[in-house]
């Protein structure tokens, strides 16, 4: 699988994850910073949250963790919680926007 393939697979799986008091998912939610693959296939994502406080800061990084690291054919995986830049609802896509009614 190449690594373009790999990618549309993750990015799908984000999509399934969602901040519970956000109807809207991660990656429309603009959550997530980057995806990086090395050779090997192992995958880092640098992600970030609404904000530090946030309820989900235990839980969510993990289950993204593991819904990434059950995609058959990436390596091992590893979520890293950043801070910088903070999150700003300008993040967010345009999907994002529309559906929580900023458009």
Known sequence: MTFDELKEKAIAVLKSCYDPEIPVDIWELG???QLRFDEEK???VLMTLTSPMCPVAGSLPPEV???LQSIKG???VKVELVWNP???K???S???KLELGFL
Do not use: F, Q
């Open 94 to 96: 345009e999907v994002a």
């Open 42 to 44: 192992n995958l880092t």
């Open 65 to 67: 963790e593991s819904k």
């Open 90 to 92: 300008d993040m967010m």
């Open 31 to 33: 959550l997530i910073y």
């Open 74 to 76: 990436i390596g091992k």
């Open 86 to 88: 903070p999150w700003n």
